[in-house]
T-cell receptor, first 114, second 112 residues
Framework: QQQVKQSPQSLIVQKGGISIINCAYE??????FPWYQQFPGKGPALLIA?????SEKKEGRFTISFNKSAKQFSLHIMDSQPGDSATYFC?????????????FGGGTRVLVKP | DAGITQSPRHKVTETGTPVTLRCHQT?????MYWYRQDPGHGLRLIHY???????DKGEVSDGYSVSRSKTEDFLLTLESATSSQTSVYFC???????????FGEGSWLTVV
């Protein structure tokens, strides 16, 4: 049972374009939704995160949109650059639950063409 | 980078042999985790620890055991490696609820 579903599995975008990755979750107890960025051969690194008390969070070219009623959240990468080429993972957790454990989506491989 | 060191970084082992992966942290974080990463599955939690000698199972714990005798070290053991355990294993650390979870560089394990 996959509690966090991520789409698409891969996408190709031209430099300067917008990359959009979507995630849907099932557990309404989740209250923390981070996005991780992973480059080949490296571990995932936190990119941006949101909590359900806000509908949008922006950090530089990266924006999370959150729809609590639909149980969906998405990552928008504006003005995509070749250096953004990486795999992106959405995740969710119950922060106060024992262990603060993250449940991940399946990942999206993003390729930004120059 | 968070002070997380995983060893070995790469290992090839034979089916049926025991394997131990080590995670060492220098951040004095309370929580430590072991995840495995497989194509299409993202990262899945194997086991986690919320203190010295305090551990619990994750969603894919069968065939794995862990130990944490010191704050800084978290060991993952495959008692009898199988080909289905070929994967990339990531250690992660956190200082608890509300804090970022940091990942190590990964350990590539191939079971032949």
């Amino acid at each position: 049972q996959q509690q966090v579903k991520q789409s698409p599995q891969s996408l190709i975008v031209q430099k300067g374009g917008i990359s959009i990755i979507n995630c849907a979750y099932e557990n309404t107890a989740f209250d923390y939704f981070p996005w991780y960025q992973q480059f080949p051969g490296k571990g995932p690194a936190l990119l941006i995160a949101i909590r359900p008390d806000v509908s949008e969070k922006k950090e530089g070219r990266f924006t999370i949109s959150f729809n609590k009623s639909a149980k969906q959240f998405s990552l928008h990468i504006m003005d995509s650059q070749p250096g953004d080429s990486a795999t992106y993972f959405c995740a969710a957790s119950r922060e106060e639950a024992a262990g603060n454990k993250l449940t991940f989506g399946g990942g999206t491989r993003v390729l930004v063409k120059p | 980078d968070a002070g997380i060191t995983q060893s070995p970084r790469h290992k090839v082992t034979e089916t049926g042999t025991p394997v131990t992966l080590r995670c060492h942290q220098t951040e004095n974080h309370r929580y430590m985790y072991w995840y495995r990463q497989d194509p299409g599955h993202g990262l899945r939690l194997i086991h986690y620890s919320y203190g010295v000698k305090d551990t619990d199972k994750g969603e894919v714990s069968d065939g794995y055991s862990v130990s944490r005798s010191k704050t800084e070290d978290f060991l993952l053991t495959l008692e009898s490696a199988t080909s289905s355990q070929t994967s990339v294993y990531f250690c992660a650390i956190s200082d608890g609820p509300g804090n970022t979870i940091y990942f190590g560089e990964g350990s590539w394990l191939t079971v032949v």
